[in-house]
């Protein structure tokens, strides 16, 4: 069964940092996506970026980045310039694409930007 | 506006007392979700569905039932409900599997 993993419940960085969200998985298969996701303090949940597995390009999304490593089934999302909008719980996410959809979520990470 | 819609958006029943909690998409999207969110536990889906009378289940199914009888409408009905069933419930569509997911507002239920 695929699990994931966040091992950074919370975490805080200062605006205009950097800051690096982490996120390993484990899975046997060899096709896949990956997705970080947003909540903020409203509630709607927000794609950041979305990564296919196939594609060793890592993805990008304006301030938002992925360091994805297959190999090692890690998933880290980079937020630079770190804005006080950031301020959310961030969701990582599986989904396999043999077979079934369905999704698998890592327990969130809580992101405060202080000013 | 292209969205996805949940009703009610807070509920406070009790055990035993049938519920559905509707979910409506405007997008024509075929892929609909259900999620529940718990603290510590982040979300885990209940049960999804690829198209029109294709429902599949998610990992944690007990206790619910969905249904697609129309592709914008997804229902998630509790027969049922139970205490350990409070949580906030997310509905989610996207094109396809793989393509990005939209979510409703969320639904806060409480069952006494």
């Known amino acids: 069964a695929q699990t994931v993993t966040q091992s950074q419940p919370e975490m805080s960085v200062q605006e205009a940092e950097t800051v690096t969200l982490s996120c390993t998985y484990d899975?046997?298969?060899?096709?896949?996506?990956l997705f970080w996701y947003k909540q903020p303090p409203s509630r709607q949940m927000i794609l950041v970026i979305r990564q296919e597995a196939y594609k060793q390009q890592n993805a990008t999304e304006n301030r938002f980045s992925v360091n994805f490593q297959k190999a090692a089934k890690s998933f880290s999302l980079k937020i630079s310039d770190s804005q006080l909008g950031d301020t959310a719980m961030y969701f990582c996410?599986?989904?396999?694409?043999?077979?079934?959809?369905?999704?698998?979520f890592g327990t969130g990470t809580r992101l405060k930007v202080l000013a | 506006e292209a969205q996805v819609t949940q009703n009610p958006r807070y509920l406070i029943t009790v055990t035993g007392k049938k519920l559905t909690v509707t979910c409506s998409q405007n997008?024509?999207?075929?892929?609909m979700s259900w999620y529940r969110q718990d603290p510590g536990l982040g979300l885990r889906q209940i049960y999804y569905?690829?198209?029109?009378?294709?429902?599949d289940k998610g990992d944690v199914p007990e206790g619910y039932k969905v249904s697609r009888k129309e592709k914008r409408n997804f229902p998630l009905i509790l027969e049922s409900p139970s205490p350990n069933q409070t949580s906030l419930y997310f509905c989610?569509?996207?094109?396809?599997?793989?393509?990005?997911?939209?979510f409703g507002p969320g639904t806060r239920l409480t069952v006494l």
């Open positions: 899975t046997s298969e060899s096709n896949y996506y």
């Open positions: 996410a599986f989904m396999r694409t043999s077979g079934t959809y369905k999704y698998i």
């Open positions: 997008m024509n999207h075929e892929y």
């Open positions: 569905s690829m198209n029109v009378e294709v429902t």
């Open positions: 989610a569509s996207s094109l396809g599997g793989r393509s990005e997911q939209f």
